[in-house]
């Protein structure tokens, strides 16, 4: 054997070049960086384009151009290795006799192609286009996408725009008077018109080039426009692709590479090293990893890409481009995928997550504590009231859209004096402020009370506890005291819905003490509140409750109290409330279940008190 020696298992020597190939010129750098040459040692300190980056985010970059460096060697070093030793192309053989006849030309084009050839009149100007030939694939195309009376049938050269009319309406007229004046080709990337036929209109879309061919024009077209299709598509799923040659940086990019990365239409295509230099410093050790896997494991890998200014993220899909199977890695095909706003997406619904989760827990923490406080300052009725002549049941619900508590509190405690403080309140708000300006009002008026002063002036000196309070502390508020040896209940309202009395089944709203009822407590200070009394009989019971029980959207007080008066007595004639603590209580549950509904959005309490013998 003579020659060059080669191993058994080398791989196959690579096709010889073209006479007239070049390399091609690296790609213009789409990031400004130092430029470096072939012979740059690639353990060479690179500047980084981003001085802020640390240290770590430099070492990547270094190590990615290390990488294409060593791999561009090794390209280079086994086209030098192959190269010299490539037999050299056959000579071509000698020319045919007899040249082709123009529809053979024609036919053996892969494309449709019409041969036009135009009437020029005496002003210089293209007066009219005949067509002289058509070629077989654009019989085949005619055929396959029009009936075939939808054209008439070929008898020779004819007029362009007769034998299709709504040609004249296209770009191609104008077209074909440019390619006439300026001798050159021309090209559109979409022409579009319609097909009369019996079925209906038929909607052609090609792109067309028409270009001189000596004293003629031809006219080549490519069915459905699949460049344009191609880039609309990249467009609409923000997809492209691309290939780098990894001997001279020589780039392959896809119709719509630069669009979908941002570019503009005449900004330089980014090589590798560019992607890298514009990438965020957290992504760079996923593209050297990616990088090595492609090139050097010659896997197909993926990974995601951040980059700098715009915060846009890409999916790279990377495989490796060889020219024998098994071979050196001579190119890298990759699909980059911009998944920008569903990373924000994602972010956004992440974060979301966590805020809801964090306000769940924080509600669950606010309820339980003021479940607890609840728990703590409001009395469960038994019989502590029977020393009084006196038997007590309380209904409680809380704002379950809400906080799941709300500001509702009720008190009926014994005096020194032998009589019976009761009060029913609704402090300003939801959840544990409203619960803390309850359980401050309520224990306020447990300590007032022991001054033995009317009702009356319990109400005002709660009002000034309320409108001392530095933030807006607001509540509503029945206070009353019962008299046992007179059995008789002295009673303010502070704003609140006045009580109901039950009495043989009949319910009535107690009159409203002289004056009208007075101010919400915390409203103004230094307020006056009047008191009324009322007698009970044996049996009566006193219906004292918040206006979430009733409050309906939009508000009207006095509907409320109708719907309450209606309830009371229709579950009175219903079952009347039976004897005892128990009787009573399940009076009281079955009224606040009358009123209770889907409509309800604020806690609701019924405080409801009967005199027995």
């Given at each position: 054997?003579?020659?060059?020696?080669?191993?058994?298992?080398?791989?196959?020597?690579?096709?010889?070049?073209?006479?007239?190939?070049?390399?091609?010129?690296?790609?213009?750098?789409?990031?400004?960086?130092?430029?470096?040459?072939?012979?740059?040692?690639?353990?060479?300190?690179?500047?980084?384009?981003?001085?802020?980056?640390?240290?770590?985010?430099?070492?990547?970059?270094?190590?990615?151009?290390?990488?294409?460096?060593?791999?561009?060697?090794?390209?280079?070093?086994?086209?030098?290795?192959?190269?010299?030793?490539?037999?050299?192309?056959?000579?071509?053989?000698?020319?045919?006799?007899?040249?082709?006849?123009?529809?053979?030309?024609?036919?053996?084009?892969?494309?449709?192609?019409?041969?036009?050839?135009?009437?020029?009149?005496?002003?210089?100007?293209?007066?009219?286009?005949?067509?002289?030939?058509?070629?077989?694939?654009?019989?085949?195309?005619?055929?396959?996408?029009?009936?075939?009376?939808?054209?008439?049938?070929?008898?020779?050269?004819?007029?362009?725009?007769?034998?299709?009319?709504?040609?004249?309406?296209?770009?191609?007229?104008?077209?074909?008077?440019?390619?006439?004046?300026?001798?050159?080709?021309?090209?559109?990337?979409?022409?579009?018109?319609?097909?009369?036929?019996?079925?209906?209109?038929?909607?052609?879309?090609?792109?067309?080039?028409?270009?001189?061919?000596?004293?003629?024009?031809?006219?080549?077209?490519?069915?459905?426009?699949?460049?344009?299709?191609?880039?609309?598509?990249?467009?609409?799923?923000?997809?492209?692709?691309?290939?780098?040659n990894l001997a001279d940086e020589g780039i392959q990019p896809s119709r719509g590479f630069r669009k979908v990365l941002g570019l503009?239409?005449?900004?330089?295509?980014?090589?590798?090293?560019?992607?890298?230099?514009?990438?965020?410093?957290?992504?760079?050790?996923?593209?050297?990893?990616?990088?090595?896997?492609?090139?050097?494991?010659?896997?197909?890998?993926?990974?995601?890409?951040?980059?700098?200014?715009?915060?846009?993220?890409?999916?790279?899909?990377?495989?490796?481009?060889?020219?024998?199977?098994?071979?050196?890695?001579?190119?890298?095909?990759?699909?980059?995928?911009?998944?920008?706003?569903?990373?924000?997406?994602?972010?956004?619904?992440?974060?979301?997550?966590?805020?809801?989760?964090?306000?769940?827990?924080?509600?669950?923490?606010?309820?339980?504590?003021?479940?607890?406080?609840?728990?703590?300052?409001?009395?469960?009725?038994?019989?502590?009231?029977?020393?009084?002549?006196?038997?007590?049941?309380?209904?409680?619900?809380?704002?379950?859209?809400?906080?799941?508590?709300?500001?509702?509190?009720?008190?009926?405690?014994?005096?020194?004096?032998?009589?019976?403080?009761?009060?029913?309140?609704?402090?300003?708000?939801?959840?544990?402020?409203?619960?803390?300006?309850?359980?401050?009002?309520?224990?306020?008026?447990?300590?007032?009370?022991?001054?033995?002063?009317?009702?009356?002036?319990?109400?005002?000196?709660?009002?000034?506890?309320?409108?001392?309070?530095?933030?807006?502390?607001?509540?509503?508020?029945?206070?009353?005291?019962?008299?046992?040896?007179?059995?008789?209940?002295?009673?303010?309202?502070?704003?609140?819905?006045?009580?109901?009395?039950?009495?043989?089944?009949?319910?009535?709203?107690?009159?409203?003490?002289?004056?009208?009822?007075?101010?919400?407590?915390?409203?103004?200070?230094?307020?006056?509140?009047?008191?009324?009394?009322?007698?009970?009989?044996?049996?009566?019971?006193?219906?004292?409750?918040?206006?979430?029980?009733?409050?309906?959207?939009?508000?009207?007080?006095?509907?409320?109290?109708?719907?309450?008066?209606?309830?009371?007595?229709?579950?009175?004639?219903?079952?009347?409330?039976?004897?005892?603590?128990?009787?009573?209580?399940?009076?009281?549950?079955?009224?606040?279940?009358?009123?209770?509904?889907?409509?309800?959005?604020?806690?609701?309490?019924?405080?409801?008190?009967?005199?027995?013998?």
């Open positions: 054997m003579s020659g060059h020696r080669t191993h058994r298992n080398a791989p196959p020597r690579p096709p010889p070049a073209h006479p007239g190939w070049r390399p091609r010129s690296p790609a213009p750098m789409l990031f400004r960086r130092r430029p470096y040459t072939r012979t740059e040692r690639p353990d060479m300190p690179v500047d980084d384009p981003h001085p802020s980056g640390d240290a770590r985010a430099r070492l990547e970059l270094r190590a990615i151009r290390a990488l294409l460096e060593a791999q561009r060697r090794r390209v280079t070093a086994y086209a030098e290795h192959y190269g010299p030793g490539l037999p050299n192309p056959a000579p071509p053989a000698a020319p045919a006799a007899v040249p082709p006849t123009c529809q053979d030309v024609l036919d053996a084009l892969p494309v449709a192609a019409l041969l036009l050839t135009p009437v020029v009149g005496e002003d210089g100007e293209v007066r009219d286009i005949l067509l002289l030939a058509r070629n077989a694939v654009a019989r085949e195309y005619a055929a396959s996408r029009l009936p075939e009376d939808a054209v008439p049938p070929w008898t020779g050269p004819v007029p362009l725009f007769e034998r299709i009319p709504s040609l004249a309406a296209t770009a191609i007229p104008g077209m074909l008077a440019d390619a006439y004046h300026q001798r050159a080709p021309q090209q559109s990337d979409a022409v579009e018109w319609l097909v009369r036929t019996r079925t209906g209109p038929v909607r052609i879309s090609v792109e067309v080039r028409i270009a001189p061919c000596g004293d003629h024009f031809l006219l080549t077209w490519e069915p459905g426009g699949r460049l344009r299709m191609a880039t609309a598509a990249q467009q609409l799923v923000r997809t492209c692709w691309v290939e780098w503009a239409e005449d900004a330089p295509l980014p090589s590798l090293f560019d992607l890298a230099a514009a990438a965020t410093p957290d992504s760079r050790s996923t593209l050297y990893q990616a990088l090595y896997d492609v090139i050097l494991r010659k896997r197909t890998t993926d990974c995601e890409l951040r980059f700098r200014g715009g915060e846009r993220v890409f999916r790279m899909v990377a495989e490796p481009v060889r020219i024998v199977p098994g071979g050196l890695v001579w190119a890298l095909r990759a699909v980059l995928i911009d998944v920008t706003t569903d990373r924000r997406r994602r972010e956004a619904a992440q974060r979301a997550e966590r805020d809801a989760r964090r306000e769940h827990e924080r509600a669950e923490a606010v309820a339980e504590i003021a479940h607890v406080l609840r728990e703590a300052v409001l009395p469960h009725f038994q019989d502590e009231l029977e020393t009084y002549g006196l038997e007590a049941a309380a209904v409680y619900r809380p704002d379950a859209p809400g906080a799941g508590v709300g500001g509702d509190w009720y008190k009926a405690r014994g005096l020194p004096d032998g009589r019976l403080l009761v009060a029913l309140g609704d402090a300003r708000g939801h959840g544990l402020e409203a619960v803390t300006l309850m359980a401050k009002l309520r224990y306020a008026l447990a300590g007032i009370a022991y001054t033995s002063q009317p009702v009356e002036l319990l109400t005002q000196w709660l009002n000034e506890v309320a409108c001392a309070d530095d933030s807006e502390s607001t509540a509503t508020t029945i206070i009353a005291r019962y008299h046992p040896d007179l059995a008789l209940l002295r009673w303010t309202c502070a704003g609140h819905p006045r009580p109901v009395l039950l009495r043989d089944g009949r319910a009535t709203q107690l009159p409203a003490p002289a004056g009208g009822p007075g101010l919400t407590l915390g409203v103004m200070p230094n307020t006056v509140y009047s008191a009324t009394e009322t007698p009970l009989e044996t049996g009566d019971i006193v219906l004292m409750y918040s206006d979430g029980l009733t409050e309906r959207r939009p508000a009207d007080p006095d509907a409320d109290t109708r719907r309450f008066l209606q309830a009371a007595e229709c579950c009175f004639r219903e079952t009347a409330p039976g004897a005892g603590h128990a009787g009573l209580q399940d009076y009281a549950e079955r009224l606040v279940g009358h009123l209770d509904g889907p409509h309800r959005t604020d806690d609701a309490t019924l405080l409801a008190l009967r005199r027995t013998a």
